[in-house]
């Protein structure tokens, strides 16, 4: 996808690893997708305070400094998320309240909104449109691929993604990452956008995997959604090799995907 960076396995590794020696030699491009994640490392104070930790952690900042994205993704994390949280609170009660006559922003020219606005405009651009899909999916089951304008614009994937993976990170007490994962299944560039996620989340991985298995189809696959469950598991299994035959035994254990 030309928009969307795609997933290092080794990076994938590294970062799982936590080997900040590796991460420093991974070129920008290998580590685009990853930047979420890293600049909060990056923010974070060690805990480790050895000379070696220490000149490891210089040499990864001084890399990313040099990657003009990162600017941006600090800007996303300076956001006050405590007051977030209440407001997406907030949203979320009178959505619930208020049921089909809740009208959040605008879904015309969401993506261009996206485009001009400032960090915790985004932020809760995405929130509300993700909130938005959770919403067509309980009340038009039928329905199995849902569509968005934010989400299905390619030009802004990896910017979506990085508000995602903060999003999750963040904001832990309302947003699931099993429950994004299951919702963004239905859209256009879901399964892309799900590895992008897991590889900012990389400790989440099984607990992912086993969400995916567990909700799939006992015996038919011929479904869009139990296709398009089966190339997300095998998207992830690239991302993440020796994870694959663990994969495999799980859809056996619970009689799921028999074709996995």
């Keep these: 996808m030309a928009y969307l960076n795609p997933v290092s ?32 490392i990056g923010l974070i104070k060690p805990m ?8 490891a952690r210089r040499g990864l900042l001084q890399k990313l400094t040099a990657i003009e994205h ?7 994390l300076s956001i006050d998320f405590q007051a977030l949280e209440a407001d997406v609170r907030k949203e979320q009660q009178l959505r619930h309240k208020m049921g089909s006559l809740y009208e959040g922003p605008s879904q015309s020219g969401l993506a261009n ?48 993604c990085d508000v995602l993976c903060i999003a999750l990170a963040e904001l832990p007490a309302v947003m699931s990452i099993t429950e994004v994962v299951e919702a963004f299944l239905r ?25 995916l298995i567990s909700n799939g189809e006992r ?6 959604i139990g296709k398009i469950r089966g190339k997300t ?12 035959l663990l994969v495999r035994g799980k859809c056996v254990e619970m009689c799921r995907m028999p074709g996995r």
Excluded: W
Excluded at 187 to 211: E, T
């Design 9 to 40: 396995p080794q990076v994938f590794e590294a970062l799982q690893q936590v080997d900040i020696q590796s991460l420093t030699e991974c070129s920008a491009y290998d580590l685009r997708p990853f930047l979420p994640t890293l600049v909060r």
């Design 48 to 55: 480790e305070s050895s000379r070696e930790c220490h000149e």
């Design 70 to 76: 990162v600017n941006a993704i600090v800007a996303l």
């Design 113 to 160: 909104e996206f485009e001009r606005s400032a960090s915790i405009r985004r932020i809760r651009i995405v929130i509300s449109e993700y909130y938005n899909i959770l919403y067509q999916i309980e009340h038009n089951k039928d329905a199995v691929t849902k569509t968005s304008e934010l989400f299905d614009n390619d030009v802004f994937l990896t910017e979506i």
């Design 187 to 211: 859209l256009k560039y879901g399964p892309d956008i799900i590895c992008c996620l897991l590889a900012n989340n990389p400790h989440h991985f099984r607990m992912v995997c086993a969400s």
């Design 219 to 224: 015996q038919e696959e011929d479904s869009v």
């Design 233 to 244: 598991l095998r998207m992830l299994c690239k991302i993440n090799p020796p994870q694959s």
